[in-house]
């Protein structure tokens, strides 16, 4: 019995201890506007390591562009961490050219075909220019390597001809098969580009922004998520997994445009699900669909790989009470492990997913953003915690409940259940109103 009574208690101090656990990773800071964000670089040490172990090819096993997306992410997050800490811009730089020197390799190649213009299509070559001119941002113009320079102008040069050629703002990533998101990062490189070096794309991003305008999703109002690769036009409804990733460029395109398209974004497709947190839906609110490689099993409508990628989202556009509560809300569910070395989430099973995670709580603007816009209101209640810690605490509490109901029977005075007091307890030994 004595046995029993102490696992009981292990167990219920654990559960106990779980609970308070949850509170605090919903409460702590998990993101940050400036500075590193909490735990990234521990996290981008566990990436590298798993990258250096094979995770690249691991990941090609589950996706067509899983090898290069482990891969840019990484030189992202780098990039932009160079952004936040100066301090670290050399250390950002080198590792980022390391991760562009794979992007670049056979095995960074091998999904996509040369055929396309430009060469291996418009989203291996949207996401390389995009690293590159991150790279080149990390140092003062008179510091850069002229060979990068010159890549950089080159493939820009490329790009920039490949969407004056077109009829449609949208190029194809593969044969015959054409994605807005692809074409947006693209455009976003030419205008990094244009930030850089000397301007000279200002009418190829204008015209761009013309045909994306005149072939918006009819039912959403926002770039579609696959389009006819001819002509352009929408023949599937905006979805979570690539809006998410558009608002994260949009911006560095042109702010006032993606201000409104990302508040379209946030109205259809954030929600709470069972009142619990914050989350992305991968179609509208109002329409469901099938789940995708890209979007992964979706739970109540919702995609967690939309729902970790919009927290950059949300961060670029200013939304931090948004991107704070997505950061929140994947500490106390991501379930993760942490050294005095090293992060990771879902145990370590899925460092793809880090690498989105990371690439999401580094967001950093990249250009400057000159207009003038209202303030954005919060995307999220700042009461959105509390159903999730009022459960916490009463996991928390439940275990010790017996214990302290026991204890408040035995305190002197107290009354058993029912009212009633035991002969000859508590009460004076008087019979009857008579004297002793």
């Known amino acids: 019995m004595i046995v029993l009574r102490r696992m009981v208690g292990v167990a219920a101090a654990l559960l106990s201890l779980a609970a308070l656990v949850g509170v605090v990773r919903l409460v702590a800071p998990a993101t940050a506007a400036g500075g590193e964000p909490p735990g990234v670089a521990r996290q981008l040490a566990f990436l590298r390591a798993a990258l250096d172990d094979g ?12 090898y290069f997306f482990a891969h840019v992410l990484y030189g992202l997050a780098r990039v932009e961490l160079g952004m936040r800490e100066p301090a670290r811009r050399e250390e950002s730089a080198r ?21 396309l213009t430009p060469p291996y299509g418009v989203f291996h070559q949207g996401w390389t220019n995009w690293l590159r001119g991150g790279v080149l941002a990390l140092a003062p113009a008179e510091r850069r390597d002229p060979a990068e320079v010159r890549r950089f102008a080159e493939a820009s040069a490329a790009l920039g001809a490949a969407f004056d050629a077109s009829v449609t703002p949208y190029l194809a990533a593969y044969p015959q098969q054409a994605w807005p998101v692809d074409s947006t990062v ?9 930030t850089l070096l000397p301007p000279r794309f200002r009418g190829t991003v204008d015209r761009w922004l013309d045909g994306v305008r005149q072939r918006l999703d009819p039912r959403t109002g926002l770039l579609p998520h696959r389009v006819d690769p001819v002509t352009g036009a929408p023949v599937e409804v905006a979805r979570g997994t690539s809006q998410s990733v558009i608002h994260r460029f949009l911006p560095e395109i042109d702010p006032i445009f993606a201000r409104q398209q990302y508040l379209a974004f946030r109205d259809r497709y954030l929600v709470t699900p069972l009142g619990l947190g914050p989350a992305v839906r991968e179609y509208p609110a109002g329409l469901d669909g099938p789940g995708d490689v890209d979007s992964g099993p979706l739970l109540l409508g919702v995609s967690l790989s ?8 949300a961060q670029r556009h200013g939304d931090h009470r948004l991107a704070g509560a997505l950061a929140n809300y994947g500490e106390f569910a991501g379930l993760p492990v942490q050294t005095p070395w090293t992060k990771r989430y879902a145990l370590g099973a899925m460092p793809i997913g880090d690498a989105f995670l990371a690439w999401a709580k580094t967001s950093y603007p990249w250009m400057p953003d000159t207009t003038s816009q209202p303030t954005l209101s919060a995307g999220v209640p700042f009461w959105w915690r509390l159903p999730l810690l009022s459960l916490l605490v009463a996991v928390g509490v439940a275990p010790w409940l017996p214990v302290l109901v026991r204890r408040h029977r035995r305190r002197p005075g107290s009354s058993p259940a029912g009212g009633g007091v035991p002969a000859g307890e508590g009460v004076p030994a008087v019979v009857g109103g008579g004297s002793p």
């Open 55 to 66: 995770t690249g090819e691991d990941a090609q096993a589950l996706f067509p562009e899983g």
């Open 306 to 313: 939309a729902t970790v990628v919009t927290l950059g989202a």
């Open 186 to 194: 693209a455009v976003a490189s030419l205008r990094l580009h244009d």
């Open 95 to 115: 590792e980022a050219r390391w991760a562009l020197a794979r992007l670049e390799s056979p095995a960074g190649v091998a999904p996509f075909s040369p055929e």
